[in-house]
């Protein structure tokens, strides 16, 4: 069973910098594409950052300010973020897609955890 568990998150004031940490269980970590998704309340969830064969891509909000990066030995991605805005505010997911321990196609995601950005 696949299974991802998030931890890092909370309350922060504009300018500031949290990491969030996802890792995995039931997972070839290493044969998984991970992302980072947010939904802030009222929008559709978004993608922020994605980690590819080695390429992170991000989006255009967080450019600069955010880094995706993984640990294939600790089966773990986590998403360093940096002169966080009001406007980063949202549940913050993570996900994997790739193959599970028993060579399945796995599409998981995380619980998710809340980054609150005050002004």
């Known amino acids: 069973q696949v299974q991802l568990a998030e931890s890092g998150g909370g309350l922060v004031q504009a300018g500031g910098s949290l990491t969030l940490s996802c890792t995995a269980s039931g997972l070839f970590f290493g044969l998984n594409d991970l992302a980072w998704y947010r939904q802030a309340p009222g929008n559709q969830r978004e993608l922020v950052a994605s980690?590819?064969?080695?390429?992170?891509n991000y989006a255009d909000s967080v450019k600069g300010r955010f880094t995706v990066s993984r640990d294939n030995a600790k089966s773990t991605m986590y998403l360093q973020m940096n002169g966080l805005k009001p406007e980063d505010t949202g549940v913050y997911y993570c996900?994997?897609?790739?193959?599970?321990?028993?060579?399945?196609?796995?599409?998981?995601w995380g619980q998710g955890k809340l980054v609150t950005v005050s002004s």
């Open positions: 996900h994997t897609k790739g193959y599970d321990r028993n060579w399945r196609i796995s599409d998981a």
């Open positions: 980690l590819s064969g080695g390429t992170a």
